[in-house]
């Protein structure tokens, strides 16, 4: 269990980072204050690299606000999308959880806000409390499915499938405000057309060219660094 004997409330700033993650949904006042002492937050701008293989450290991140992509580059350059990482949950590269990053960069896709653990701390805090272990255990089993998923995605799908089944991800999904907005009844999806050619695994030339078909089909209104999904239905239809 977590040690939350000392009279110290904590900072307030970090245990607002810990509030509403999921893997700390039950922790008392006390115990995620403690949980924060050891976890610095830390902001990142959209497009900053958060991590890479340049830099290795055996370190988890929790994220709090923001999304953050998981890729890969091969040697021709090429970009693969293992992950897109939601606020509430954690990554980074920590052995002793099984969570391994290898040759990957995580790129912040918005303004992102972290706390950063060590792997001592993690075994300290994290991986004595039954609660905890039990639901990162979840975590991590969930992203290997979606990174199944999005593998066999990259091979069987044609390039307009992955650009809608990204963004019926992005859009269906649970997002931070400042990623998709409340557009009256239809989402907004704040992001590029590179941004997304980068998450769908195609060129931003290609990636236009789906998105110019798409809203010509009435699916999408496309606005400058802004996706309004028009009809969630027909989209998902078009992911396959």
């Known amino acids: 269990m977590i040690d ?5 409330a904590g900072d307030a700033h970090g245990a ?6 999921d893997i700390f949904c039950d922790l008392s006042e006390r115990e995620m ?11 990142y701008n959209a497009g900053e690299i958060l991590y890479s293989p ?25 970009a693969l999308t293992t992950a897109i990482i939601a606020p509430g949950t954690i990554f980074g590269e920590m052995l002793l959880l ?28 994290l991986l004595t409390d039954a609660r905890i272990a039990a639901r990162i255990t979840a975590i991590l089993g969930r992203r290997l499915a979606d990174l199944e998923q999005r593998l066999s995605d990259s091979v069987f799908k044609t390039v307009a499938q992955r650009v809608a089944t990204t963004l019926d991800t992005l859009a269906t999904a649970q997002p931070p405000a400042s990623l998709l907005r409340p557009g009256g009844r239809h989402p907004q999806i704040a992001l590029t057309h590179e941004q997304l050619a980068a998450l769908a695994g195609t060129s931003r030339e290609t990636c236009t060219k789906v998105l110019h078909d798409y809203a010509d089909q009435g699916l999408l209104r496309l606005a400058r660094g802004r996706i309004t ?4 239905a027909r989209l998902k239809d078009a992911a396959g």
């Open 16 to 21: 607002w980072c810990m509030a509403e993650v």
């Open 229 to 232: 999904v028009l009809d969630t």
């Open 33 to 43: 204050a403690a949980i924060a002492t050891a976890a610095p937050m830390k902001t």
């Open 54 to 78: 340049a830099q290795p450290s055996e370190v988890l991140f929790i994220l709090k606000e923001g999304r953050v992509r998981i890729f890969r580059v091969s040697a021709d350059g090429r």
């Open 98 to 125: 099984g969570q391994h990053m290898y040759d990957s960069y995580a790129e912040a896709l918005d303004d992102v806000t972290v706390c950063v653990m060590s792997r001592a701390d993690v075994n300290r805090l």
């Open 4 to 8: 939350a004997g000392t009279d110290d």
